[in-house]
């Protein structure tokens, strides 16, 4: 049973919502029950990895320390005015999740953020100056890097954020009490994209989040006998909620890992399911394309799924083919198509808005093509390219209404009919921190008839038998690996790539593929081009948008002067160019593509080539190349040991997978740090580093030392996030 109908101590709405009572409560009735596990990515087999463990107790006494630090240096405030807000910056391991209970027995409102690195610095920047944080509270190793960032922001903005060291020596001082509840607090702000791009906080109260982990727990079937294994960020919905406070919520243990280790290994991610016999796990749609990827038939055979009963998909488009490929290969592992799970949701909804219930499996639909695009659901009997592939994201969870409405005329859409995917109920957030504007305009739509104020979501869906399927996007977002990412910010690093800077014509968008979305960036020449030169302005291509955001485009189309399709006013119309690539009817110079998922080498093939621990500069330049020629599908003309790896396409995701490749060919899985092709962006600097006197020392990566936690953190990030990690964004479903 969920706990609301279980536990005394939560009987009522408001009780249902106070997680600091819930801790209390289990610390006192369950004290040395098991609450979270991590598990090291120590480079030892799961069953034998470090493990870092809290019970109930432990908890409650690390969170009242965490407090004691922190409650010091806030300042009084009165009864009007917000709660403060305290940032939360935390490489992947269990203080964070004390310093979150923290900031709730206190009574202030949780900010939580990556650990910076050098790509995030911006974000850092913003978030601190919109939230108005009085306080950014961090391990040593975290704050240590961040005093330059924090004194540019006093010089420059007058104040900046308290640091306060979690872990810094407690120098007495009684533990201050819980600050009294009130369910309509903001409990923390989730900062998320929107439609410019620049990041927003959702308000998410006590009570849409105690109501968002009742409707978890119901949906998936969750009691005290339940266990969890999670690799998500917890600075994302997803890995916060549904990862960290829904076992918490309803008192089972959870095993959390670092992103990091499952971009590296995601066999990793399944042998903690069998070891510790987990019932519920999840991610985005490609972690489990990851899996299909990156594990062999042979780490297969090692594999017992058969205590996985919710197996969850969200935070991106859910592949009708992903599930029924990673049944199918999985099924002798025990895993059970009934596991399925798909589920809807965003941020400005707290978590989940639609999902099945577990046992039930995945509900799919083949609809016409044609027809879908006419706004209109029919259902098809062909396979062929006529039809498309849906999969149900369930029913909305009760007390909410789920409505896909005319964005323009705001009629609510009928059985079958395709519109904007519009919320309403209790779960629905507060609207966005400090930014009256967009609240209203996202929060505050009303439909034709009257009804609302609902939320918009930007995706378009129609209702089938009270089912939700999402068929698309309002806007021009796209999502990939769970993040979003925003056309007008590819094409405008693009267009400012110094040989890419003879037009500014420049289109990005996404196209479904059977194996997820991929990102397609279409590109006008001038009439000057030179033939000669297009495998520079591919490469100019690739590494502007690799290096800006992450991710490698999957196709890149070179298309003669004047034929990209404008509007009078001369805007791109992405639509319209999307149309015309699917059709095959652009007018192209050029085109590049990389390999599909399935054509890309698995790690398997890595594995079976002998290792050459002392390999000289010459060989570890050849290995790399070869490695990332092979992954990207390039020509060996293309494979420069001194060209930039971002300028051939190779993203974080792919950094992370050729460093555990060099590691294990040299035999240094221990030593070779996961962010090499980061800090060293060619193939020849990597090898000079790894061979120069005292180079590997430098190289190593204790997980004690903050370089591994950041690096943790920016592989979670691309994937939820994961990577679908970078997770910075909303994981909102699309498709």
Known sequence: MCPSEAEPVRSGPSLSSNLVDVLSHRATHQQNQLAYRFLADDGEPVESARQDTLTYAELERWVSEIATRLAPILPERTDRQAPHRVILVFPPGLEFVAAFFACLHLGVTAVPLPPPGRRRQERLRWVIRDSDAVALLAPESVTRHLGDLLEDERASNGKAPATVVSDAPLEGGAPPPASPFDPDRLAFLQYTSGSTGIPRGVQVSCANLGDNLAHICERFGHDEDSRGVIWLPPYHDMGLIGGLL???????????????????????????????????????????????????????????????????????????????????????????????????????????????????????????????????????????????????????????????????????????????????????????????????????????EGDGPFVRTGDLGFLREGRLYVSGRLKDLIVLRGRNLFPSDLERAIEEA???????????????????????????????????????????????????????????????????????????????????????????????????????????????????????????????????????????????????????????????????????????????????????????????????????????????EPGGANADADAGGDAADLLAAELDRARRRRS
Not at 274 to 282: L, W
Not at 375 to 382: D, I, K, L, P
Not at 593 to 617: F, I, Y
Request: overall charge negative; charged content about 25%.
């Open 246 to 448: 829904q076992p918490l919520y309803v008192g089972f243990p959870v095993t959390l890992m670092a992103p990091g280790a499952f971009i590296r290994s995601p066999v990793r991610w399944l042998k903690a399911i069998s070891a510790f016999r987990a019932t519920t796990s999840g991610g985005p749609n490609f972690a489990y394309e990851h899996c299909l990827m990156r594990i062999s038939e042979e780490e297969r055979a090692q594999l017992d799924l058969s205590s996985w009963k919710v197996a969850f998909n969200g935070a991106e488009a859910v592949s009708s083919l992903t599930l029924e490929r990673f049944a199918e290969t999985f099924a002798p592992a025990g895993f059970r198509r009934e596991a399925w799970l798909p589920c809807y949701g965003l941020a400005e909804a707290t978590l989940m808005a639609t999902g099945g219930f577990a046992g039930d499996g995945a509900t799919h639909l083949r609809v016409d093509r044609e027809a879908l695009e006419a706004g209109r659901a029919e259902a098809s009997e062909t396979n062929g390219s006529g039809s498309l592939a849906r999969v149900s994201s369930g029913s909305a969870v009760a007390g909410h209404d789920v409505r896909c409405v005319d964005p323009e005329t705001k009629q609510t859409q009928g059985e079958g009919q395709t519109g904007e995917i519009w919320i309403q109920g209790p779960s629905v957030a507060r609207g966005y921190w400090q930014n009256e504007k967009a609240t209203e305009e996202t929060f505050g739509a009303r439909t034709a």
């Open 498 to 704: 110094s040989e890419v800077a003879a037009t500014n014509v420049t289109a990005a968008f996404a196209v479904e593929s059977e194996f997820g979305d991929m990102l397609v960036i279409v590109h006008e020449v001038s009439r000057r081009f030179d033939l000669d030169s297009t495998d520079s302005v591919f490469g100019s291509i690739r590494r502007a948008v690799v290096e800006a955001f992450e991710v490698s485009p999957h196709t890149i189309v070179l298309l003669e002067p004047g034929s990209l399709p404008m509007t009078p006013s001369g805007k791109v119309q992405r639509v319209a160019c999307r149309d015309l690539f699917q059709a095959g009817a652009l007018s192209e110079v050029a085109r590049w593509s990389r390999p599909t998922e399935a054509e890309t080498p698995s790690s398997a093939e890595d594995r079976g080539l002998d290792s050459r621990p002392d390999a000289n500069v010459q060989e570890i330049e050849r290995f790399m190349l070869d490695w990332v020629g092979r992954r990207l599908g390039l020509a060996p003309s293309e494979l420069d040991p001194d060209r930039p790896m971002s300028e051939l396409g190779l993203d974080s995701v792919g950094a992370i997978e050729l460093a555990t490749a060099l590691g294990s060919w040299l035999e240094r899985e221990d030593e070779v740090s996961e962010t090499l092709a980061w800090e060293h962006p060619t193939a020849a600097d990597v090898a000079r580093f790894l061979t120069g006197e005292g180079a590997i020392e430098e190289a190593m990566v204790s997980s004690e």
